[in-house]
């Protein structure tokens, strides 16, 4: 057995004597200490104070045996230092949406220490103040998914105008991926040697694309983010959201885990990934809305999904519902990790 935290170890797909399990978006609005920060400041400031966004981080570790802390923060962060004018309102808003070549141009790659030294304060004062068990996860958005964001000015079901501008404009397209997926990579190398132990890529809008331009427009990208941050030899999560169908393509990144949402049963994410990558999740949110007898078998069937091979990072297949229950969220955590040390010890 390794002596490797259970996070840590099971990202490498070594044996643990638990499945380990983080929730996506642990630190947030259904806790109500997390609520009680809020009514004091908006999203922007407490993102950009290091003190509170570090005491956000903390609440879930201090209110549950999860197995992994994710750095409080927002995937569309650092574009501001490129030039792109961001605000919340809740969700993000572009002021000065990327329409042509020349917006393009006039993008510049900055230095995260200078562009955002809040991030890296936050992740030194969490690496202190977080317990020797709780390993902590750095992160940023994939080049395509920050590209809908910078395109379509703000969020959207289809982001209509940002695929438009894929299609009608691949050349510029290609530019912007090209400089989001630098940003992201020196974004992530900073945020590794400000201390994270894991680094994780969001694609909240992968799914956007089918196969082909996925090859075509997101991985070239995303490669340039791995060239960079690979060499580090930290843990690294790609999640997919709703990227069942680019599975094929996935496989040939230089990951360890690949995060897979719920419309895909693990035992085939695993299929298609091969041996060489770990998976993570996939319980859906709602999930924790059911009877806790219900939460537990479902929890259960995703156990059984993931099988006993080495390399299953239990998580939700999206982030938390804002309404959840936090006595659900406690409930899951210790059941997956009774259920799992006893299927591991029989």
Known sequence: ??????????????PTP???????????????????VREKVDFLTLTKTPELAAEVTLQPIRRFALDASILFSDIMTPVEGMGIELDFNPGPVITNPIRSQAQVDALRIPDPEENVPFVMETIRILRRELP????????GGAPFTL???????????????????????????????????DMVGAYLEAQAQ???????????????????????????????????IVPLGLPIIYFPN??????????????????????????????????????????DPAALFAPPSELLRLAGEVLDEAGPAPGHIFNLGHGIERTTDPDQVARLVDFVHEESARRKNR
């Open 1 to 14: 057995m390794s002596g490797t935290l259970p996070f840590l170890a099971a990202c490498r797909r070594e």
């Open 18 to 36: 638990h499945t380990p399990i983080w929730i996506m978006r642990q630190a947030g609005r259904y806790l109500e200490e997390y609520r009680a």
């Open 132 to 139: 020797a068990h709780v390993p902590l996860i750095g992160f």
């Open 147 to 181: 590209f809908c964001y910078a395109v379509e000015g703000k969020g959207s079901k289809t982001f209509s105008t940002a695929k438009s501008f894929l299609y009608g404009e691949p050349d510029a397209s290609h530019a912007l991926l090209g400089k989001l997926g």
């Open 194 to 228: 400000a201390g994270a132990q894991a680094l994780m890529v969001f694609d909240s809008w992968a799914g956007l694309l089918g196969p082909g331009d996925y090859r075509r427009f997101a991985l070239p990208a995303l490669e340039r983010v791995m060239a960079r």
């Open 242 to 283: 709703q990227g069942s169908t680019l599975l094929e393509s996935v496989r040939t990144l230089p990951v360890d885990v690949v995060g897979i949402d719920w419309r895909l049963p693990l035992s085939e994410a695993r299929r298609i990934l091969g041996p060489e990558k770990a998976v993570q999740g996939n319980l």
